[in-house]
């Protein structure tokens, strides 16, 4: 009769000769393979998960690259960040806006002349169709300042201030909406931080999930009149978990967009810069959101 005993004993044995003679001969245990990055047609891109930090993507990270209206991001966070702020102050909409975006050609969230908008739905306005016009009426009515340049000035160099405060070395602005004179760059690596810091407030967070909105202004002769916004992010209803950030464009800028999405608990955010048309912004921002949650 076979020993039960001993056949595991022999069993033991061998486990552990064969364990013995596969490090002595330089064989390591079977490891999962890891996961390989994607390719993205975009200049930069960086993936982080928000919980740990973890850098799990970086293409030209750190590399200076035009904004593009990603700048927007920076220009909400500067208003949420203020003091006692009222998002249902009324700002009155003033001609100076309208005549900058026919001036620049700008994304424009079509504000009326006259009309008075809430600091709530300016940042609407801002954040879906990336109005710039939004972005010059809520850096008039938060900068300081005797005149409406001052205050753009110093709205300016406190998006700046905000950029140096979080470590940000590789970013500048010199306007409030991404549309300057050569010198709003910033990296995929600073953006996402950005966003990550400015995903903390619960109003940015609430804006750049939504995909569209209509808002009841008030008429400069006391009446209403509804605006409708649809957000630029067409991620947004089509990838599963993604809860914004913001679309940039332009000449120098080419196409980018800040992402961040949720599964599982799990959240990852990121940038992609310079990419070569909105198709492959979106497309590469899907591959960099797939591999984050993959790694």
Known sequence: MV????????GAVCATVCAVSAAGAGLAPAQAAPVRPPAITAKGGFVMNTGTGAALFAKGADSRLPTGSTAKIMTAHVVLSQKNLDLNRKVTVQMAYSDYIVAKTASSARLIVGDKVTVRQLLYGLMLPSGCDAA????????????RAARVKSFVGRMNAAATGMGL???????????????????????????????????????????ST????????????????????KLLGTYQGALGVKTGSGPEAKYCLVFAATRGGRTVIGTVLSSSSEANRNTDATKLMNHGFRS
């Open 214 to 233: 209509k808002q009841r202004v008030t008429t400069k002769t006391g009446g209403y009149r509804d605006m409708a916004w649809t957000n630029t992010n």
């Open 169 to 211: 070395k590789n970013t500048h602005f010199d306007s409030f909406d991404g549309i300057g004179n050569g010198k709003n760059y910033s990296t995929p690596r600073d953006l996402t931080k950005l966003a990550a810091q400015a995903m903390k407030n619960p109003t940015f967070r609430t804006v750049v999930k939504t995909r």
């Open 136 to 147: 010059y009426a809520l850096a008039d009515a938060y900068g300081t300042g005797s005149t």
């Open 3 to 10: 020993n039960s005993r001993n056949i595991s004993r022999a």
